[in-house]
């Protein structure tokens, strides 16, 4: 995994976000009566807080998360949309490209909370379909934004904008220019969203979408690929509240573990994800990755109170907590180390590799095979042969290179996550105390003969054979030098 960057500021991340905003007011204060006049609780008001929600919500997490969020919608001409674009302005989210409507009001909600309890919401909204002029100015400022941008976002809250053809001129315009397409969908009519590259549904929109029960995770695969092959994507995240979220393609699927500490209020966290997930992606990151990152995110978001942005800074902190960034990486560990770094990365979701061998002088056919290793798990721990393993192994006269040269060299490779030096003539030993998910070895083996492969698959996980590249070894590279051979 690269996750550092989803953090890397020199990497150009902008992100045009098209969809329902609003403004979510939240009304704060205590109940301790209830009415004469009827049996509903009387609420002393103590104060308000406003923030920009729906598709403005997407936009403002993209823009504290480290992007440059540009947002293209539409609001009334009234005191709500003055109160957005100054919201806006203060997340540092570009709302220039936002379209005044003078038929209709801007959508606000507003919540009444007793405590952490909210008693009531009031919407004020209006859902019709866009007028003609309206959809023509927001397809206008659409092109306009799109120019140079690194990833987009539709951001369907029923409200209107995409009841009409918009969203198919948006995708076909935004697929010419290569630009992968996000979608945050609504309702059963996913017909819309023909051509773009992910939606991100929950598990009860993607209930609606396939019109059945969707529960286990063949279930999500299956109504996944269902969508993927109906409508023409590459992949679905679905969002699985305690039991964290799925990326699913037409070859491979991956479950995420819920990162969530404490769940106090979801609303908003598909934002969030949506947020995340267009952000690490417009910055290079590989799929899995920028789930994983927009997974932890909204464990973030579930722990805050209303319609919450999170900082790229709470993120790192959190992934930092983890150990999944660590200072340890890529490092000589004692196994006590290595057992605890490979608790922590399991234990975050991640999956653990493991390879051993002498490494005596690093060559072609050695960099192949931890590549393989290496994209076949999230991290790699090298079992690495003592000086003297390696001895009793390959003669007196190896190895070459002492066992902390080999080490610094290895350490060096970006496939390399850890390593840990063994004093026996087998990794039996430190297998079976590190316990990793999957075990790799070389092709000219038998599964039944890998060592430790026979403890591995008992505990669950997997043994991987790995093709050698042919005539690269370290015995004839040192028959070589004896020979004075070029």
Not at 36 to 43: C, T
Not at 126 to 139: A, F, H, P
Not at 376 to 404: E, F, M, W
Request: aromatic content about 4%; overall charge negative; glycine content about 8%.
């Amino acid at each position: 995994m690269e996750l550092n960057k989803f953090f890397d500021t020199s990497t150009p991340a902008k992100i045009v976000v098209l969809g329902d905003v609003m403004l979510d007011r939240y009304v704060f204060g205590g109940v301790s009566r209830i009415s004469p006049e009827a049996p509903v609780p009387i609420l002393n008001h103590s104060s308000i807080r406003q923030v920009i929600g729906g598709s403005g919500n997407v936009a403002a997490n993209i823009a504290e998360m480290g992007g440059e969020a540009i947002l293209v919608s539409l609001t009334g001409d009234d005191t709500s949309r003055k109160t957005i674009l100054s919201l806006c302005q203060e997340y540092k989210v570009d709302a220039k490209k936002i379209v005044k409507s003078k038929s209709r009001q801007t959508t606000v909600k507003t919540r009444f909370l007793s405590g952490t309890q909210q008693i009531l919401r009031l919407d004020d909204e209006k859902t019709e379909v866009l007028s003609e002029g309206e959809r023509n100015d927001i397809l206008d400022n659409l092109k306009a934004a799109i120019k140079g941008a690194n990833c987009l976002i539709l951001s369907d809250y029923d409200k209107g904008i995409f009841k009409s053809d918009l969203a198919s001129s948006v995708i076909e315009i935004a697929n010419e220019q290569g630009i992968p397409i996000l979608v945050d969908p609504k309702g059963q009519n996913y017909s819309k969203y023909v051509g773009a590259t992910s939606l991100t549904p929950n598990l009860k929109e993607l209930r609606e979408a396939v019109q059945r029960h969707v529960e286990t995770d063949d279930d999500v695969v299956k109504a996944a690929r269902e969508l993927i092959y109906k409508f023409d994507l590459d992949f679905v995240l679905a969002t699985r509240s305690e039991n964290g979220m799925s990326i699913i393609s037409a070859e491979d699927e991956k479950h995420i573990p819920t990162y969530a500490k404490e769940v106090f209020d979801v609303s908003g966290a598909g934002d969030t994800v949506i947020a995340a997930l267009a952000l690490g992606l417009a910055r290079g990151m590989e799929r899995d990755d920028a789930a994983y990152i927009a997974n932890v995110a909204a464990g973030l978001a579930v722990s805050k109170q209303g319609t919450a942005r999170i900082t790229a800074k709470e993120i790192q902190s959190e992934l930092q907590k983890r150990k999944v960034i660590t200072r340890t990486d890529k490092t000589v560990l004692t196994w006590k180390e290595a057992k605890e770094q490979c608790q922590e990365w399991q234990e975050a979701g991640l999956t653990v590799g493991m390879t051993n061998g002498c490494f005596d002088i690093l060559h072609l056919g050695h960099v192949s095979s931890l590549n393989k290793a290496r994209q076949d798990c999230d991290k790699l721990i090298l079992a690495l042969n003592s000086d003297a393993s390696v001895s009793r192994l390959k003669g007196k006269s190896r190895p070459i290179n002492n066992a902390l040269d080999r080490a610094g060299v290895l350490a060096g490779l970006r496939a390399v996550n850890a390593i840990v030096v063994f004093e026996e003539d087998t990794p039996l030993k430190i297998i079976k105390h590190l316990m990793p998910d999957r075990l790799f070895k070389g092709a000219d083996y038998a599964i039944e003969d890998v060592v430790g492969g026979k403890e591995v698959m008992e505990n669950g996980g997997e043994v991987i054979l790995i093709d050698f590249v042919e005539g690269h070894s370290t015995t004839s590279l040192v028959e070589k030098m004896a020979t004075g051979e070029s």
